[in-house]
């Protein structure tokens, strides 16, 4: 159980355009999932918290206007990275967090999407 | 505000030994959750152990256990029996009370065949 699943697994994308990624977990709901993005070698840096039904909380730094965040429902949130630039390819990775449960205090980790923007 | 520290940024161990990986962290709370993940070549984070702070017992998962040290604010990883698969990147987290995560900067471990 507690499976997260991201879409896409990769993306090549022009620069300009826009991009969505989905998250969605497909065994439980969840009130709260989160934005990750992963540089080579180094660790996760928090974008963004998504709560279902109200905006996204943005980290410092982070421009909301650039990356949309949209908590549509209890097992799905999305990223859209509005016209991309090649300084925004990178790793993206979600999590969700269990509404309830034996699992409440954890974070699980959908597979992430490579975003390359040329 | 909370901080995590892992001091090691490379560990290498010989299949089968044992190896510990370092993690140190800073907060004023007093109930809170800490977590190792791995993050293997695939780059999937895989949930490896937990620790719920007001549990003074280890926590431990078959090859894996830690060593929390609540009034040192330290909480390592010790790897028994290393396998080749055990290779990968691991991070150290703490929960805060918004359900952040805030993460280490990681440690790769290396096994020696």
């Known amino acids: 159980g507690a499976v997260v699943s991201q879409h896409p697994s990769w993306v090549i994308c022009k620069s300009g355009t826009s991009v969505k990624i989905e998250c969605r977990s497909l065994d439980f709901q969840a009130t709260t999932m989160f934005w990750y993005r992963q540089f080579p070698k180094q660790s996760l840096m928090l974008m963004a918290t998504s709560n279902e039904g109200s905006k996204a909380t943005y980290e410092q730094g982070v421009e909301k206007d650039k990356f949309l965040i949209n908590h549509a429902s209890l097992t799905l949130s999305t990223l859209t990275v509005t016209s991309a630039h090649p300084e925004d390819s990178s790793f993206y990775i979600c999590s969700a967090n269990p509404l309830a449960g034996e699992a409440y205090n954890e974070q699980f980790f959908g597979p992430g999407t490579r975003l390359t923007v040329l | 505000a909370q901080t995590v520290t892992q001091s090691q940024p490379e560990m290498s161990v010989q299949e089968a030994e044992t190896v510990t990986l370092s993690c140190t962290y800073d907060t004023s709370e007093s109930d809170y959750y800490l977590f190792w993940y791995k993050q293997p070549p695939s780059r999937q984070m895989i949930l490896v152990i937990r620790q719920e702070a007001y549990k003074q017992q280890n926590a431990t998962e078959n090859r894996f256990s830690v060593n929390f040290q609540k009034a040192a604010k330290s909480f390592s990883l010790k790897i028994s029996d290393s396998q080749l698969g055990d290779a990968a990147m691991y991070f150290c987290?703490?929960?805060?009370?918004?359900?952040?995560?805030?993460w280490g900067a990681g440690t790769k471990l290396i096994i020696k065949p």
């Open positions: 987290a703490y929960r805060d009370s918004n359900y952040q995560l805030i």
